[in-house]
């Protein structure tokens, strides 16, 4: 028993950190939860504390001692807080709390492995000995990222996702050519991409709208500060003026389409976030704590990268592109990235861009399960219809664009009414070609 002391000890200093840490910090309890599981805490009082935190922040109430002492009153009918301080007490701080986080799986899989050897070491059953081999192989893919599944997981995993309550849960971008062709579930990383000025950032807050219907959405700007992204918003929803607007030249009538607009606004799930500087880790943490289902990112190409000094420019948005990736397939939450598309050769000719324009890295090609390309149809006529093309669409139909009429004046797009008979033919020589017309609404 000698030689598993000093373990025991790291596991529970380990266990203590990561729990002392989340009730310091309620900033870092996103981070954490993502990265760990109950079963990693081995002693019944510090998981079934681990629980009660978890429980709160599913619930999106505070964590805090009281909260969560409170929460252990109610579930668990003990008095914690003896318990709680004295975690509290022995956690110097909540900076190194990934740190902790990682020591905690390390030992918890050391002490599960100790624990199936002692049991092998007991047994002369073979097939108590292949189970509990199994048991150990279990324990040692137990890192992050790793997911065993048997058939029977698969199947149950299968039911759920198809069932009409699931079905109820996929993720509609509001346009029914859309909605149509792209089959969008929780934790799809999907791009849209555009020259500068061509409308992405009205058309990704015309989305974000109508996702906020059934959605808890956050828009993240890095472009636009969020007093002209609410201008836009309130001219589009009220169908006002943008250029009253802008000038403060609202009369009775306006004011009362704005106060109506605002009514309807309050029930939609949308949240605007203003985050110059912001890294993929901050949009990470921010939208797990605010249980957003969507982000947008407004745009790619301006995310601050973390990566290593001395790294090219694209492998810095390479690495920006890969980070997004693994928040939405890692966490469920559906992304939106709009993103720069570089002007060359083919724009100078009206020739359609593809995704292999998008700006300083290939790597967001191979990235994305949806890229969306939005172009002016004629380079010279500024305030002419924009296409809409879909450009990869991992689980469905691609190649097909659609002509939109942007509405500068009340910052809305609409699909163009008529259909028009237009074949392209990309580098590739993929023909596209555009889909009818449908009855959605601007918002």
Not at 196 to 216: D, F, I, P, Q, V
């Amino acid at each position: 028993m000698s030689e598993t002391k000093p373990q025991a000890e790291r596991l529970v200093s380990a266990q203590v950190g990561v729990l002392g840490a989340l009730l310091i910090d309620s900033d870092c309890v996103a981070d954490v939860l993502a990265r760990t599981s109950e079963r990693m805490f081995v002693s019944e009082q510090y998981r079934t504390v681990y629980r009660a935190i978890r429980q709160l922040f599913q619930a999106a109430k505070p964590v805090d001692p009281v909260t969560v002492a409170d929460r252990l009153r109610e579930t668990a009918g003990a008095d914690y807080r003896e318990l709680l301080l004295h975690v509290m007490d022995l956690t110097p701080t909540s900076a190194n709390v990934l740190s902790y986080v990682d020591i905690l799986r390390r030992e918890s899989i050391v002490w599960r492995l100790r624990q199936i050897g002692a049991a092998l070491a007991d047994t002369e059953d073979l097939t108590t000995c292949e189970d509990l081999m199994s048991k150990a192989n279990a324990a040692m893919s137990a890192k992050e990222g790793v997911e065993i599944w048997s058939m029977r997981d698969m199947w149950e995993d299968f039911v759920r996702r198809h069932s009409e309550q699931a079905q109820s849960e996929s993720i509609r971008w509001g346009y029914d050519f859309i909605d149509e062709r792209v089959h969008t579930s929780r934790g799809d990383f999907c791009v849209l991409g555009g020259y500068s000025s061509a409308g992405k950032t009205c058309l990704g807050l015309a989305m974000a709208l109508k996702m906020g219907r059934k959605h808890k959405v956050g828009f993240f700007s890095y472009e636009t500060d969020k007093a002209k992204l609410s201008d836009r918003i309130m001219s589009s929803v009220a169908m006002v003026d943008f250029g009253s607007i802008k000038r403060s030249k609202l009369g009775e009538k306006e004011w009362e389409a704005l106060a109506f607009a605002a009514s309807q606004l309050a029930e939609r799930g949308v949240e605007l976030i203003q985050c110059s500087g912001f890294t993929v880790s901050d949009i990470q943490s921010l939208a797990l704590s605010r249980h957003y289902d969507v982000i947008y990112v407004d745009y790619l190409q301006l995310i601050e990268p973390e990566g290593r000094k001395g790294w090219s420019r694209p492998e810095e948005v390479g690495a920006v592109s890969r980070g997004l990736q693994r928040l939405a397939h890692q966490h469920g939450v559906t992304v939106v990235a709009l993103a720069q598309l570089t002007p060359g050769e083919n724009r100078r000719k009206n020739e359609a861009p593809t995704m292999y324009d998008l700006r300083e890295s290939k790597q967001i090609t191979m990235d994305a399960d949806v890229i969306f390309l939005l172009y002016l149809e004629d380079i010279e006529a500024r305030g002419g219809r924009r296409i809409l093309k879909c450009d990869k669409n991992k689980d469905g139909e691609a190649g097909w664009y659609k002509k939109m009429v942007f509405r500068g004046e009340i910052q809305t797009f609409e699909p163009a009414v008529a259909p028009v008979e237009v074949k392209k033919s990309l580098p590739d020589q993929v023909s596209i070609k555009e889909i009818e017309p449908d009855g959605s609404e601007p918002f």
